[in-house]
């Protein structure tokens, strides 16, 4: 199995960094995982509502472009289905059963556009709080080796 993930923004933090190092490593034995950072539109200051409209409509542009052909698209949206941990993997063995490779879409600052967001097959929010961008890409693969784990029924942490 495949598993993209395409994000807007690059990760500023060392901590953060050292985190996705980790996770990408720990990763490998459970297949290919792969990360497309795109850079961020610029939005303009003082930006209106149909400025951050275009920029989200930009930015969703982008992903899509660099969305892997045929890949299952979920984006990471806070309006998007809550999973537990278990649930989580369910989506990871229902890919695996269809044969689907997996791309997850984290957006910039401003989110992701409405265009997007009606191209993908499944909404996803890791949580009803806010985090940084750099954050969500950190929390969720350590939420995609939890499913693996989970998965092939190794121990993980509870």
Not at 70 to 93: C, H, T, Y
């Amino acid at each position: 199995m495949q598993i993209q993930i395409v994000c807007v923004g690059k990760i500023k933090d060392a901590y953060i960094s050292s985190g996705v190092v980790e996770f990408e490593k720990r990763l490998r034995p459970y297949g290919k995982i792969f990360i497309t950072e795109l850079a961020e539109v610029k939005i303009p200051d003082n930006a209106s509502a149909s400025d951050e409209l275009r920029v989200k409509e930009r930015e969703g542009e982008l992903i899509l472009a660099n969305v892997k052909e045929g890949f299952f698209k979920i984006a990471l949206d806070p309006n998007g289905m809550s999973l537990s941990s278990e649930e989580f993997s369910d989506v990871f063995r229902d890919a695996k059963l269809s044969g689907k490779n997996l791309c997850f879409i984290i957006g910039g600052p401003l989110g992701l556009s409405p265009k997007l967001l009606q191209s993908v097959e499944k909404k996803l929010s890791l949580s009803r709080m806010t985090f940084t961008h750099p954050m969500t890409r950190l929390i969720l693969l350590e939420q995609v080796y939890r499913a693996f784990r989970i998965l092939n029924g190794e121990p993980y942490h509870k």
